[in-house]
């Protein structure tokens, strides 16, 4: 969970100085990051951690990657109870005609290899939750910067989760502001990275460093039209 986790302190500035007499930012600097609105100028702010990773985009994309996951488990988990159906069926209808002792040592290794897939989709189970409680780490790691860098605008000494304040006021839940810039900033630069980048074309050669420039019409293999004044 992330609740109780979103907890970050300004470190006091040089000579002991507390973040609430630090001098204000320059005019202009709640700005400086991309798409970023005025926010109020507050020692405490409040944040919505639940969702802040469910109403953003990015927390979206990573939850949206674990859906995947948990997808592919039960469709694997599906799969496999089929055919254990279908092993059942022929192991019964193949009763009459064993010998008792041939039908329980089958039947025997079929109730192990039932024990035996049962344990390892529990295991995948128990990964699934692990991978969970990961992305939410993930969320909260690749946030931070973004969370700091309003305290700083804000003038904020602490973020607190909202669900373990008693009272506050709207204006200073930064929850909706957050996540504004969050995807500004995670989501537009995982599309930044995704782009592929154009090459420049390479410059035609020359003769300097003694490579000589292919003549006109080399590359579609034609003969260049003689001079005029050679066919005269």
């Given amino acids: 969970m992330l609740a109780g986790t979103l907890a970050f302190g300004l470190c006091a500035a040089p000579g002991g100085t507390r973040a609430q007499d630090a001098a204000p930012p320059q005019e202009g600097a709640a700005e400086a990051s991309a798409?970023?609105?005025?926010?109020?100028?507050?020692?405490v702010?409040?944040?919505d951690s639940e969702r802040l990773f469910s109403g953003s985009g990015f927390g979206q994309?990573?939850?949206?990657?674990?859906?995947?996951?948990?997808a592919e488990i039960a469709a694997?988990?599906?799969?496999?109870?089929?055919?254990?159906a279908e092993e059942e069926r022929q192991?019964?209808?193949?009763?009459?005609?064993?010998?008792?002792?041939?039908?329980?040592?089958?039947?025997?290794?079929?109730?192990?290899?039932?024990?035996?897939?049962?344990?390892?989709r529990d295991q995948a189970a128990q990964g699934l939750g692990q991978d969970s409680e990961a992305i939410r780490r993930q969320f909260l790691s690749a946030v931070e910067p973004v969370l700091d860098r309003l305290m700083q605008d804000a003038g904020a000494a602490v973020i607190l989760e909202r669900r373990s304040v008693f009272v506050t006021?709207?204006?200073?839940?930064?929850?909706?502001?957050?996540?504004?810039?969050?995807?500004?900033?995670?989501?537009?630069g995982a599309a930044e990275d995704a782009a592929p980048t154009e090459e420049?074309?390479?410059?035609?050669?020359?003769?300097?460093?003694?490579?000589?420039?292919?003549?006109?019409?080399?590359?579609?293999?034609?003969?260049?039209?003689?001079?005029?004044?050679?066919?005269d």
């Fill in 169 to 188: 006021r709207e204006a200073v839940d930064i929850t909706d502001e957050a996540i504004a810039r969050i995807d500004a900033t995670l989501l537009s």
């Fill in 76 to 84: 694997e988990n599906r799969r496999i109870e089929a055919a254990l």
């Fill in 91 to 120: 192991l019964t209808e193949r009763r009459a005609e064993l010998a008792p002792q041939a039908f329980r040592d089958l039947a025997d290794a079929f109730d192990e290899k039932v024990s035996r897939l049962r344990r390892e």
């Fill in 61 to 70: 994309q990573l939850a949206d990657e674990l859906e995947a996951r948990a």
């Fill in 45 to 47: 702010l409040v944040i």
């Fill in 200 to 231: 420049a074309p390479a410059a035609p050669a020359t003769e300097e460093g003694g490579v000589t420039a292919p003549t006109e019409g080399a590359a579609t293999g034609t003969t260049p039209a003689p001079d005029e004044t050679e066919a």
């Fill in 35 to 43: 798409g970023a609105r005025t926010v109020l100028r507050s020692p």
